[in-house]
C-alpha cells in the first residue's frame, strides 16, 4: 500500500511539473525577427498592442534579408516580418526552409533615386546602375527600370531577371549590384540606383518626394508574416496575427508613412 501511495504522489508530481513546463513555455516571450527602419518601428507598435492582451513580444532586429530567415529555421525566432511572398519562395526552394506565411502586413514600393540626375530621361550612356544583389528584389528593380522604358529584358526572365536578362541596353547602362542595405549609400558613387523602401526611410529617403520613379501601388509584392510551418496553428501565433492586423496599427502606418509604406491588410 505504502508503494502505491507514493508511485501516485510521484504521479501528481510530474502531472504538476509538466503542467509548469508548459506554462513556462507560453509565458516565453514570443520572439518576432525584423529588418531595420519600418518593419522594426511597426513592430513596436504592435509589441504594445500585444502587451495589453498578456502577450510578450520580443522584438530581434537584423540588418540583412539573410538571416531572419535563417534564424527562423533555426528555432531562435517564433516569427518573423520583413520579406514578401516571391522572396520566401525563393528562400524556401534554395536553401530547404519549411517556412510558410499566416498574414500580410504591408507593401514597400521600390523606388528609383538619384543624386545626380531629376530624371531617368536624364541617364547618362554609359552610366552606372545600382540594384539588390539578391534575385527577387533585383528583378523588381530591373522590371521597374523595363517599364520606365530604359532596358527590355528577355520574355520568360519573370520575376528573379538578372542583368544576364538583359537583351537591349541603348544607354549602355552599367549594373552594380550590392546588398539592399548598402544600396542608399551608393548613390554617391552611381548615376541612379533602386533602394527598397524601408531601407530608403531609413537613410532619410522619402520615396514620393525623393525618388525619380516608383513601382505601381499595384505591386504584388505585399510583405508577410512567417512561422515555420509546424507552427501556422499556433495559438499564439494567430493570437500575433490578428493583433498585427488591427485598426491601430493599420492607421499607425498611413500616418507615419505618408502612403511611402501601404498597409496590405
Same mark, same amino acid.
Given at each position: 500500500?505504502? !508503494?502505491?501511495?507514493?508511485?501516485?504522489?510521484?504521479?501528481?508530481?510530474?502531472?504538476?511539473? *509538466?503542467?509548469?513546463?508548459?506554462?513556462?513555455?507560453?509565458?516565453?516571450? !514570443?520572439?518576432?525577427?525584423?529588418?531595420?527602419?519600418?518593419?522594426?518601428?511597426?513592430?513596436?507598435?504592435?509589441?504594445?498592442?500585444?502587451?495589453?492582451?498578456?502577450?510578450?513580444?520580443?522584438?530581434?532586429?537584423?540588418?540583412?534579408?539573410?538571416?531572419?530567415?535563417?534564424?527562423?529555421?533555426?528555432?531562435?525566432?517564433?516569427?518573423?516580418?520583413?520579406?514578401?511572398?516571391?522572396?520566401?519562395?525563393?528562400?524556401?526552394?534554395?536553401?530547404?526552409?519549411?517556412?510558410?506565411?499566416?498574414?500580410?502586413?504591408?507593401?514597400?514600393?521600390?523606388? +528609383?533615386?538619384? @543624386?545626380?540626375?531629376?530624371?531617368?530621361?536624364?541617364?547618362?550612356? *554609359?552610366?552606372?546602375?545600382?540594384?539588390?544583389?539578391?534575385?527577387?528584389?533585383?528583378?523588381?528593380?530591373?522590371?521597374?527600370?523595363?517599364?520606365? *522604358?530604359?532596358?527590355?529584358?528577355?520574355?520568360?526572365? *519573370?520575376?528573379?531577371?538578372?542583368?544576364?536578362?538583359?537583351?537591349? &541596353?541603348?544607354?549602355?547602362?552599367?549594373? +552594380?549590384?550590392?546588398?539592399?542595405?548598402?544600396?542608399?549609400?551608393?548613390?554617391?558613387?552611381?548615376?541612379?540606383?533602386?533602394? &527598397?523602401?524601408?531601407?530608403?526611410?531609413?537613410?532619410?529617403? @522619402?520615396?514620393?518626394?525623393?525618388? +525619380?520613379?516608383?513601382?505601381?501601388?499595384?505591386?504584388?509584392?505585399?510583405?508577410?508574416?512567417?512561422? %515555420?510551418?509546424?507552427?501556422?496553428?499556433?495559438?499564439?501565433?494567430?493570437?500575433?496575427?490578428?493583433?498585427? %492586423?488591427?485598426?491601430?496599427?493599420?492607421? !499607425?502606418? +498611413? @500616418?507615419?508613412?505618408?502612403?511611402?509604406?501601404?498597409?496590405?491588410?
Amino acid at each position: 500500500m505504502k !508503494f502505491i501511495f507514493t508511485k501516485a504522489l510521484a504521479t501528481i508530481a510530474l502531472g504538476v511539473l *509538466g503542467l509548469s513546463q508548459t506554462a513556462l513555455a507560453q509565458d516565453k516571450p !514570443f520572439k518576432v525577427g525584423v529588418t531595420a527602419g519600418p518593419h522594426a518601428q511597426i513592430m513596436e507598435v504592435v509589441k504594445e498592442q500585444a502587451a495589453k492582451e498578456g502577450l510578450k513580444i520580443q522584438i530581434v532586429e537584423f540588418t540583412d534579408y539573410v538571416q531572419p530567415n535563417a534564424a527562423l529555421a533555426a528555432g531562435d525566432l517564433d516569427l518573423n516580418s520583413y520579406q514578401h511572398q516571391p522572396y520566401l519562395d525563393t528562400a524556401n526552394k534554395d536553401r530547404g526552409y519549411k517556412l510558410a506565411t499566416v498574414g500580410k502586413t504591408v507593401i514597400f514600393p521600390i523606388g +528609383i533615386y538619384s @543624386k545626380k540626375i531629376k530624371s531617368l530621361k536624364d541617364f547618362p550612356q *554609359g552610366g552606372k546602375f545600382s540594384l539588390p544583389n539578391d534575385p527577387t528584389n533585383g528583378g523588381r528593380a530591373l522590371l521597374l527600370l523595363q517599364d520606365q *522604358g530604359l532596358i527590355k529584358l528577355r520574355a520568360d526572365a *519573370g520575376l528573379k531577371a538578372t542583368p544576364i536578362d538583359v537583351v537591349e &541596353n541603348p544607354k549602355k547602362i552599367k549594373f +552594380i549590384e550590392l546588398d539592399a542595405a548598402q544600396l542608399p549609400r551608393s548613390l554617391d558613387d552611381v548615376d541612379a540606383g533602386a533602394v &527598397n523602401t524601408n531601407f530608403a526611410l531609413e537613410a532619410g529617403l @522619402k520615396p514620393g518626394r525623393d525618388s +525619380i520613379a516608383m513601382e505601381s501601388p499595384n505591386s504584388p509584392y505585399a510583405n508577410i508574416l512567417v512561422v %515555420q510551418e509546424k507552427n501556422k496553428t499556433d495559438p499564439r501565433v494567430l493570437q500575433f496575427v490578428k493583433i498585427y %492586423q488591427t485598426p491601430v496599427v493599420r492607421e !499607425f502606418i +498611413i @500616418k507615419k508613412y505618408d502612403n511611402s509604406v501601404v498597409p496590405a491588410f
